[in-house]
């Protein structure tokens, strides 16, 4: 396979799971959130708000918000993640009228209440739960609904905040600007939209973060084996990760031996155990998680040095370099 063929392979991936993450949050929203009138944050959530209060269709809100916020992705995500956030603004635009239209109206014209009067809390739950898992769908996936998402991605692409923190800040603005709205009634009614709106916000960001760091997850794999040419190879060639070999001893043979050091992602454990099998049933393996990865094809390290650390660092390794070296 070229390289043209993976990219255009990789490209396809990432707009199908785009697409399935955005079904996801648009089924959700409008089958268990919207017919109970729940607030949730996003620019979705304040589209929701606009709608309960005046009327407006949340669809045009939502395209109205997120293309005065395009420029903001362009300018610091990038082309390639503007024509993402792009494409998901329109999927998601159509996904929630196409959504709304096949909701079932009772004789007042309103959404009914899958699973019946009183249930707010229960809906909020299982809505939560569904969209903060698509949301995550689409983060993973190279993608963003826009809105505060552009915000939490600029966000997170320089500082080592995760995503769900970023979103909940700017949803606490957003929740709590309900109270600001007479036609959702009295303050005491208002104050129980806006508790609702927080336990969204809550639920929906936690959702997102578990499921982000669940396929982020890493793991280290000591690996003592005889054949360890042989397994290291069959690693390389399957999973193209890097490794080091160490220097070991046994305490109790004597015996010299290699170990092999390795960082992969959690969800390639199974194919890392399948190819120690095969090449040395009787290897010894210890895989144990680790807090956090990062360089080549793992995380970014995304805490800026301060200028007078670079400064030192500089007139140290300037020093070192001028200190002249014996050859004998």
């Known amino acids: ?16 799971f785009l697409t399935l993450g955005l079904l996801l949050y648009a089924v959700a929203f409008t089958i268990f959130l919207l017919p109970y009138e729940i607030v ?13 209060a005046t009327g407006f269709k949340i669809e045009n809100t939502y395209m109205i918000i997120n293309i005065s916020l395009l420029v903001v992705a362009l300018k610091i995500l990038g082309f390639k993640f503007m024509m993402k956030t792009i494409y ?26 899958v699973l019946g009067e009183g249930q707010d809390f229960m809906s909020l739950i299982i809505g939560c739960c569904i969209t903060g898992t698509g949301l995550a ?4 996936n ?22 769900g ?50 396929r982020r997850e890493s793991v280290q794999f000591l ?24 220097d070991g001893h046994g305490w109790y043979t004597g015996n010299d031996m290699k170990v092999i050091c390795l960082l992969a992602k959690k969800n390639e454990s199974k194919t890392i155990f399948r190819l120690i099998k095969m090449v040395d049933p009787t290897a010894f393996v210890s895989q144990s998680s680790v807090i956090g990865v990062y360089g080549e094809g793992f995380d970014q ?3 800026k040095a301060k200028k007078d650390k670079k400064k030192q660092i500089e007139k140290l390794q300037q020093a070192a370099e001028s200190v002249p070296v014996n050859k004998e």
Not at 8 to 13: H, N, Q, V
Not at 98 to 105: R, S, Y
Not at 137 to 140: H, K, T
Not at 224 to 244: G, N, Q, Y
């Open 1 to 16: 396979m070229t390289i043209n063929q993976q990219l255009i392979r990789s490209e396809a991936k990432d707009y199908l």
């Open 40 to 52: 949730t944050g996003g620019v979705t959530g304040m589209s929701a708000i606009v709608y309960y």
């Open 88 to 113: 998901a603004i329109f999927a998601l635009y159509f996904m929630l009228k196409f959504a709304q239209d096949l909701m079932p109206v009772d004789a007042h014209g309103h959404f009914i209440k």
């Open 137 to 140: 769908i689409v983060f993973l």
């Open 142 to 163: 190279n993608g963003s609904t826009g809105g505060t998402d552009i915000i939490a991605a600029c966000v997170n692409k320089y500082r080592d905040i995760s995503l």
């Open 165 to 214: 923190q970023v979103l909940m800040g700017v949803d606490i603005l957003i929740v709590g600007s309900c109270l600001f709205f007479p036609q959702f009634g009295s303050m005491v009614d208002r104050l129980h939209k806006m508790v609702f709106g927080y336990c969204t916000m809550f639920i929906e960001c936690f959702m997102l973060d578990h499921v982000m760091n669940m």
């Open 223 to 246: 690996i003592f084996s005889w054949k360890h040419e042989e397994i290291a190879k069959a690693i390389v060639d399957e999973t193209e990760h890097a490794l080091t070999i160490l």
């Open 301 to 303: 390290i995304k805490i």
